[in-house]
């Protein structure tokens, strides 16, 4: 009987070698989350913007170069908070600006979380009212909170590190007032850092894209209109402003069926590339000053 080739690799190596690669495999994912997700460093000199993914409403985290946070509206409930805790460090719990684009509960409310969790330097506001129980209490946790506030309208701008805010709507400041649609007295954002343009429209719609789409130029990413919105992103607004991406913030099987079909066709045909939260989860765009890039970036919670 011929002697049995002796085992020069242990029964066990399969299973050790199968879990070596998902370590391995492992550690390279962690490695780039952890790259998206660390704290930019002034060296760097790269903008990053964040489009959370917090269901149906928006909120967008901005970073500077220079250590900056900016947070544009909060979502509607307390998910903002989970995502500033996995951007953020542990120890930091100051925003230096926070925009509240305009009173919708889907908008504020998770804001009035954020006002309770973190100091915030300087609120940047229309001074649009609104008399709900959720813009009742945005507007208690804003008095509560030891910040500069400032009114802006079309025309008024701010910095920090180098980064541009622009202020393209609305076009008066309203000083405790109502109207009757809040959506299209959103603040509209052009933020600049260098070369790199991105247009932050709020919820306005096709007539008001009309008004201020001619001062912004054209424009790298364009956060769409009211969530993809059929009356949003109209395709005269497309073609003044030219954008290579467009990212759209919503929530997976919304009720009102956003982002709507014909929106998403003015993009396909005007080969404009489309990043969704419901599909994407977070989109990240990054820009060192040139040519941005923008990318689903999903995070862990």
């Known amino acids: 009987m011929a002697s049995r080739p002796s085992r020069l690799v242990p029964r066990w190596f399969p299973l050790t070698g199968l879990l ?3 370590f391995v495999c492992a550690s390279a994912f962690a490695l780039f989350v952890s790259d998206a ?8 000199g790269e903008l990053r913007i964040w489009l959370l993914d917090v269901g149906q409403g928006d909120a967008i985290f901005i970073e500077t170069p220079g250590h900056s946070q900016i ?5 509607p409930d307390d998910a903002v908070l989970v995502k500033l805790g996995e951007l953020m460090p542990p120890t930091d719990r100051t925003l230096e600006g926070l925009v509240s684009t305009h009173p919708d509960a889907d908008h504020v409310s998770g804001l009035v979380s954020v006002l309770d969790r973190y100091d915030v330097t300087t609120i940047f506001e229309t001074g649009l009212t609104k008399d709900t129980k959720v813009a009742r209490a945005y507007a208690e946790a804003v008095m509560s909170e030891a910040a500069e506030r400032r009114a802006v309208k079309a025309g008024d701008r701010f910095s920090y590190d180098g980064v541009e805010f622009h202020v393209l709507w609305p076009d008066a400041r309203y000083d405790g007032k109502g109207v009757s649609e809040p959506n299209r007295a959103g603040i509209v954002l052009l933020v600049r850092y260098g070369e790199t343009s991105v247009l932050l429209t709020a919820d306005t719609e096709a007539k008001e894209e009309a008004s201020y789409g001619a001062r912004a130029g054209d424009v790298d990413v364009l956060k769409a209109g009211h969530h993809g919105s059929r009356t949003s992103s109209s395709r ?4 003044s402003v030219t954008p ?8 997976e099987d919304n009720r009102y069926g956003h982002p709507h079909e014909d929106v998403l ?11 969704r939260t419901d599909q994407h989860g977070e989109i990240l765009i990054r820009s060192g000053g040139g040519e941005p890039t923008v990318e689903p970036a999903p995070l862990p919670f």
Not at 37 to 44: F, Q
Not at 71 to 75: I, K, P, R, W
Not at 236 to 239: A, D, E, G, M
Not at 244 to 251: H, K, Q, R, T
């Open 20 to 22: 070596a690669l998902a």
């Open 37 to 44: 997700r660390r704290p930019i460093t002034a060296s760097t």
């Open 71 to 75: 947070l544009v509206d909060g979502g």
């Open 236 to 239: 005269p607004f497309l073609l």
């Open 244 to 251: 290579e991406f467009a990212v759209i913030s919503c929530g």
């Open 265 to 275: 066709a003015r993009f396909a045909d005007l080969g404009i590339r489309v990043f």
